[in-house]
Each structure stands twice: as C-alpha cells, then as structure tokens.
C-alpha cells in the first residue's frame, strides 16, 4: 500500500504562486510514473501534469509555460510550480503515483488551492 501525502494548497491572489509537494511512502518511487489531477467543483478530474522515471514531462493545454512538475527520487517526493496563477486554476489537487507494471494506480487525498481575482 502506497500513501500520498499532498501540501502546499491554500490562497492566492490572482497572478500569485504556489508551489505543491506529494511525498510517497512507496519503495518504488523512482520508477514510477507521478502526476498531479485537479477537480473543480462540478468539474470531472483532469490531468494537469505527469513526470515519468526519465523525467519526461507532460502538461495540459491550460497550463503549459505556466506550471512545472518535477520529482526528488531521493526525497520520494513530486512538485508542482505553478506561476502566474488564475482564478480557474482553482481545485483541489492530487497527487497520483502509477505503479509500473501493474495498471495500478494511488491517489493522495488533494489539496485545495483558491485562486481569488
């Protein structure tokens, strides 16, 4: 069992930036593919960023030349920089850890990031 645990949510003016980390209790972690969701309210989940074991990164449209993913393998650790945020950036976001292999996926419990206007 791999537990995901999400920080660094929380307010921000439009134009701001937060910076999202995602520990992994899992032994595996360098090899796995990483990857950060957000669900808006009324909103289906959707993929904001992925990073694999090579580092090979990933964005959606939305958030392309704004938002950074990367990965610490020695600290078992995922980040999410996101610049210049804005008001619809607003969701709770979570951490998703694909255990290679297996079609098995782990979710973090999200953290909640508010982007005012």
């Known amino acids: 069992q791999v537990q995901l645990v999400e920080s660094g949510g929380g307010l921000v003016q439009a134009g701001g930036s937060l910076r999202l980390s995602c520990f992994s209790s899992?032994?595996?972690?360098?090899?796995?593919?990483m990857g950060w969701y957000r669900q808006a309210p009324g909103k289906q989940r959707e993929l904001v960023a992925a990073?694999?074991?090579?580092?090979?990164?990933n964005y959606a449209d939305s958030v392309k030349g704004r938002f950074t993913i990367s990965r610490d393998n020695a600290k078992n650790t995922v980040y999410l920089q996101m610049n210049s945020l804005k008001p619809e950036d607003t969701a709770v976001y979570y951490c998703?850890?694909?255990?290679?292999?297996?079609?098995?996926?782990?979710w973090g419990k999200g953290t909640p990031v508010t982007v005012s206007s």
């Open positions: 998703n850890e694909k255990i290679i292999g297996t079609g098995v996926d782990y």
């Open positions: 899992g032994v595996i972690f360098s090899i796995n593919t």
């Open positions: 990073i694999t074991r090579d580092g090979i990164t």
